[in-house]
């Protein structure tokens, strides 16, 4: 009757132990086979850039409400009407942004961790220039529900650094990703260029 037992209790180990193997075996599968598919590519602000002229949902500045943001032109210029920039050359960008939601939101800004960059081929990161407003493109503040407003976000970069990477860290932390061409482009460069004083 011992001898039963102990086979029993021996045979009751195996099977859980080979049961335990099959079970790890499946799940190292299913996280392999997950990890390889197209679904589990990265989405979002982690992905590859956006192009300019393509929009995306942002999370306002200290976490109120959602900003769709929209970078739609870019002008290279020597200078404004009142400022002159220290690497030889202004990258302005237009942006186009409008409330997702019913109340009013702001982008964030540095002192929040937030705010716009321009990222250069070279790798340097160059933030957006606070004191230059041109006319007809507002600065900043909160967007009123269903508005829509077009501002300017402008770079002090060198002439070698034209064509960068423009990002945008929202109320969340997410940084999203716009590539810019290296040449005036987009509707609005007519606009841009007036404010500019050109």
């Known amino acids: ?42 989405a979002g602000p982690s992905a590859e850039p956006l192009a300019m002229g393509k929009g995306t949902e942002t999370v306002g500045a200290g976490g109120g409400g959602k900003l769709d943001i929209m970078p739609v032109s870019v002008v290279y210029a020597a200078k404004t009407a009142t400022d002159k920039p220290s690497h030889g050359l202004y990258a302005v960008i237009a942006v186009q942004e409008r409330p997702m939601t019913e109340v ?55 002439s070698a650094q034209r064509g960068g990477t423009l990002t945008y860290t929202d109320g969340e932390g997410k940084t999203f990703r716009w590539q810019i061409p290296a040449q005036d482009s987009g509707p609005q460069v007519t606009k841009v260029k007036k404010a500019l004083g050109s």
Do not use: H, Y
Not at 17 to 39: D, R
């Open 1 to 42: 009757m011992r001898t039963t037992a102990v086979t029993v209790t021996a045979l009751s180990l195996a099977a859980a132990l080979s049961l335990a193997a099959c079970s790890s075996e499946t799940k190292a599968e299913t996280v392999k086979s997950a990890g390889s598919s197209p679904s589990a590519a990265p």
């Open 104 to 158: 009013a939101a702001a982008e964030t800004t540095p002192t929040e961790k937030g705010g716009w960059q321009w990222i250069a081929e070279d790798g340097q990161a160059v933030s957006s220039e606070p004191n230059i407003f041109l006319p007809g493109l507002d600065a900043g503040g909160p967007i009123r529900a269903g508005a829509t407003q077009l501002r300017a976000r402008t770079f002090d970069i060198s």
